[in-house]
């Protein structure tokens, strides 16, 4: 991007927008046209976008659009959607798009169709999957696995711990199946103490099979294996890698035939729907990933073609940048209204904040304007017990997406009230409607509230969200919202012209623990010159461990 992005003509015509739209009122933009809610929505790939409780008129739209235009969203996706080396950090493309390309698809890296490669892995995946969830695939001891435990983090977890939690419903029940991902050591104890080794399979995810807290959780993970079983032989029928590392998974002591591949394409927050996505697969079974991977598809296909004024990816990532870059806001809250999609927030942490969380823009200059927001969130109606007073009432201003499903998977009625899904989905509908209308003084004077007291219940409102709807929690549907936030990402990354798809800032502290750990041993003194703080820490925790 050659001109500054706060000199190109939309900025600068969204900066004065924003002076004559910073005190409208939402109430005031619905009265003015009672079509509103009926307009101002998208659909794509079964999802439904509601996006008109936010503070913006149509001409605040055809600016951002016209933002979006101006910073190049529609050539940097196909830049990406034709494996252009987009990640210039790490001189890498960036095609976790190729992932969930039909058999028979054709994408290019290097002068070489990557689609085959992908269904040879998912293949092989489905293979696997399938002699293990009918009992085929036995132990060391003959025993069928009944057990699996998924060991990875970041981008080798989140994504498979949040689809496992969301397509619980489909999954295959008499399999136990876990995630560790905390380097301490008590993630690791508590999700096998009730387990028998024999019955049970170790996924070691890891993208590049050297991340310290992946290593140590496998290698305890072994120990723990085999001292039951007793064999060095056992380590072959009791562990499986995902991994672009073939070397490293070697040395570690997996038969390479037991490791699933992906490719140096796929970022590791991205990499759900690769090989990283096997534990779903065994637990949900192959047909469902792939239901899955139709998901993905249908948004990527609805992102690269659907016009902007209607695309989902592109409306929300605009909203976005509106509030975080306009109206200052700090925050985004995304709130499923699902039991079942409850670590898709802690998912979205890291692959918007990991992604977008940079100063520097591709041009090597720090960035003068806002970039990532805090991503944050919980499963309504919980969090509305928890923390929706602030949204409501407090000083700052959050927008939020609510998310919600028009049938439920566990229809569940209420002895003596309407079903359980007709609760929840009417705090969805009500919460939208405070947030944005509030409730004025007069009418809470109206209700005979002592005047001295009415000013702590009014509602200013004016808080905006998005709705999206989708009738049922599906694998579909579940890869086109993921998709969704993805595609989210990186039209917020391009308009902020930073690279979404390095993660440089988690690489120091990495570094400075990998130093540290050998001075933490007893009798050694602190090698480095850390500052004083750090080596009275150190000192402590030494005398005291
Ligand atoms: O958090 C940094 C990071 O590199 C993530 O991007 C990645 O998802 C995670 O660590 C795990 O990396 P790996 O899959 O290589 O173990």
């Known amino acids: 991007m050659s001109t500054r992005l706060t000199e190109m003509p939309a900025w600068t015509a969204l900066t004065s927008h924003y002076r004559m739209m910073k005190d409208t009122l939402l109430a005031d933009l619905f009265a003015g046209d009672d079509r509103r809610g009926e307009r101002l929505n998208a659909e794509g790939a079964g999802l439904y976008l509601d996006y008109s409780k936010n503070r913006v008129t149509d001409e605040t739209l055809k600016l951002l659009l016209a933002l979006a235009h101006e910073t190049g969203v529609e050539v940097k996706r196909d830049a990406m959607f034709a494996g252009q080396r987009i990640n210039v950090t790490e001189n890498r493309a960036v095609l976790h798009t190729a992932l969930r390309q039909p058999r028979g698809a054709t994408v290019m890296v290097d002068g070489q169709n990557v689609v085959p490669d992908v269904h040879e892995v998912l293949d092989r995946m489905a293979k696997f999957a399938d002699a293990l ?15 699996i435990v998924n060991i990875g983090i970041g981008g080798s977890d989140l994504g498979p711990v949040m689809a496992y939690e969301a397509l619980k419903h489909y999954a295959q029940r008499d399999l136990t199946v876990r995630f560790v991902s905390n380097v301490d050591g008590t993630d690791l104890v508590e999700k096998t103490r009730d387990l028998d080794p024999a019955e049970t399979l170790f996924i070691v995810s890891s993208k590049t099979f050297t991340t310290q807290e992946t290593m140590a959780n496998a290698s305890s993970a072994r120990a723990w294996l085999l001292a039951a079983l007793n064999d060095e032989a056992a380590v072959a029928r009791h562990f499986v890698a995902v991994s672009t590392n073939a070397d490293a998974v070697q040395k570690f002591g997996i038969d390479t035939a037991n490791m699933f591949g992906f490719w140096d394409w796929v970022g590791g927050r991205y990499s759900m729907d690769s090989a990283i996505g096997l534990s779903l697969m065994l637990a949900i079974g192959p047909d469902g990933f792939t239901e899955l991977l139709a998901g993905f598809h249908e948004m990527d296909e609805h992102f690269r073609t659907a016009p902007l004024e209607k695309n989902l990816p592109v409306l929300m990532g605009m909203l976005g940048v509106w509030y975080n870059n306009f109206f200052d806001a700090q925050s985004h809250a995304v709130l499923p209204y699902d039991q079942y999609l409850q670590f898709f927030p802690a998912y979205l942490q890291q692959l918007d904040m990991e992604s977008n969380g940079k100063h520097i823009t591709l041009d090597g200059q720090a960035v003068d304007y806002q970039t990532g927001q805090v991503i944050w969130g919980q499963p309504g109606t919980n969090g509305q017990h928890a923390f929706y007073q602030l949204i409501h009432q ?24 309407p079903p359980h899904h007709d609760l929840l989905m009417a705090n969805v509908f009500a919460q939208t409607e405070a947030l944005a209308f509030g409730k004025s003084l007069d009418a809470v004077l109206a209700e005979g509230v002592d005047p001295a007291l009415a000013p702590h219940r009014v509602f200013d409102g004016n808080r905006p969200t998005n709705t999206l709807l989708a009738d049922r929690l599906t694998p579909r549907t579940l890869g086109a919202l993921i998709a969704l936030y993805e595609h989210k990402v990186f039209v917020q990354g391009a308009v902020w012209n930073i690279n979404s798809f390095d993660q440089w800032g988690v690489e120091l502290g990495k570094v400075l623990a990998g130093k540290i750990v050998p001075e933490l041993k007893a009798g050694a003194e602190p090698q480095l010159a850390h500052d004083s703080s750090t080596n ?10």
């Open 133 to 147: 969830r009918a009992g085929q695939w036995a132990g060391f001891t003959g025993k069928p696995i009944k057990n």
């Open 394 to 417: 407090g000083t700052k201003l959050i927008p939020c997406d609510f998310i919600g499903f028009c049938q439920t998977l566990n229809p569940l009625p209420t002895p003596d009230g």
């Open 536 to 545: 009275t820490l150190i000192r402590r925790y030494r005398d005291r461990r």
